[in-house]
């Protein structure tokens, strides 16, 4: 089972920028994919970016520009540099893995989340 722990989140104004981190617990090689994910209040929760194992990343259309993923293969470990940063980007953010299923498909699994909040 692997496990994803993320930290960086904190409370920023409009226009700052914060820097997530997540390590997993066994190399970020084994999964097909990594990434970010966030949630806001009553929001369902949507991808913000993610990372392949070949190395192609993916961004939503909303962070395109503001934020960059990227990996430490060395240190098990995915970031998140989130530069101006907008009140809309407030959420739960979470790191997750792809992790393969016995079925030939894909599940996510998830850490704990951190918590994004842009306010003035």
């Known amino acids: 089972q692997v496990q994803l722990v993320e930290s960086g989140g904190g409370l920023v104004q409009p226009g700052g920028s914060l820097r997530l981190s997540c390590v997993v617990s066994?190399?970020?090689?084994?999964?097909?994919?990594v990434g970010w994910y966030r949630q806001a209040p009553g929001k369902q929760r949507e991808l913000v970016a993610e990372i392949l194992r070949v190395g192609s990343i993916n961004y939503s259309d909303s962070v395109k520009g503001r934020m960059t993923i990227s990996r430490d293969n060395a240190k098990n470990s995915v970031y998140l540099q989130m530069e101006d940063l907008k009140p809309e980007d407030t959420a739960v953010y979470f790191c997750?893995?792809?992790?393969?299923?016995?079925?030939?498909?894909?599940?996510?699994?998830w850490g704990q989340g951190t918590q994004v909040t842009v306010s003035p």
């Open positions: 997750s893995a792809k992790v393969p299923q016995w079925d030939g498909r894909v599940a996510n699994s």
């Open positions: 066994d190399s970020i090689l084994l999964y097909p994919a």
